[in-house]
């Protein structure tokens, strides 16, 4: 595994847990709204290549249900090349539908965390989180409240030293939902942020629906 993959990894663990706190225990929704249309801007960039990606996320039943859209643009320098690709990802009743638009072509799976997260207590969430923190040899400090989208988010700083490699992440959570971050670390530096929240449209069963002629792959249940 390179440096820039544990990064990455490192990255999602610490947003991860961010959301894994935020939600208050016995709620069976994942965030504290009820639905949203959300647009994000991702990019992760480093000396051999850049990845931009804008997710189009549609939000219902306090995110048990979310439809994404997603274009991907990979910027590959050493080779200069650059690849493009679409992805449409479902997720509800505990199950994770991808698949690209373009091929036909997708996957349906269990989704391994949403169980486990929807019965943990309010202590269990804590020790989980803490347990991840100890884990990549992270030290979070609140920075206070910042607007992103027009609306107020928590502010926080993660730094870590896993495996001598040292990141720091920046992250802006509103009502559980991770409206921002930054982070860096071994030369490579990934931004996420969204630029529109609009509470007033959410999923519909149209968004639901999957096309005639898409071929999708039932894998069950995959072990987190």
């Known amino acids: 595994m390179t440096a820039h993959t544990v990064f990455r990894h490192v990255v999602s663990a610490i947003l991860f847990a961010a959301f894994v706190t935020s939600v208050p225990a016995g709620e069976k929704k994942r965030f504290g709204f009820d639905q949203a249309r959300i647009v994000l801007h991702k990019s992760v960039s480093n000396p051999q290549m ?23 643009i990979q910027d590959i ?9 679409r992805t449409v990802t479902i997720t509800k009743d505990g199950w994770i539908t991808s698949y690209d638009p373009d091929t036909k ?43 992103v989208a027009g609306k107020q988010c928590d502010v926080t700083e993660t730094k870590t030293g896993l495996q001598g490699m040292e ?22 530096r990934i931004t ?7 509470e007033t449209l959410g999923v519909t069963e149209a968004l639901l629906r ?8 039932d894998l069950g249940a995959i072990d987190p």
């Open 210 to 217: 999957i096309p005639s002629g898409v071929e999708i792959q």
């Open 105 to 147: 072509k997708g996957k349906r799976f269990k989704d391994p965390f949403s169980e486990t997260l929807g019965n943990m207590s309010e202590s269990q969430q804590q020790k989980f989180a803490k347990g991840m923190e100890n884990a990549f040899e992270a030290k979070t400090t609140v920075l206070g409240k910042e607007d």
């Open 50 to 72: 850049e990845t931009i990606t804008t997710d189009t996320v549609y939000i219902g039943s306090g995110g048990l249900v979310e439809v994404r859209y997603s274009h991907e």
């Open 167 to 188: 990141s720091v992440t920046k992250t802006w959570t509103w009502k559980g939902f991770v409206a921002k971050s930054v982070s860096e670390a071994m030369g490579t």
């Open 192 to 198: 996420e942020e969204a630029t529109s929240i609009d």
């Open 77 to 85: 320098r050493m080779l200069n090349q650059k690849r493009e690709s």
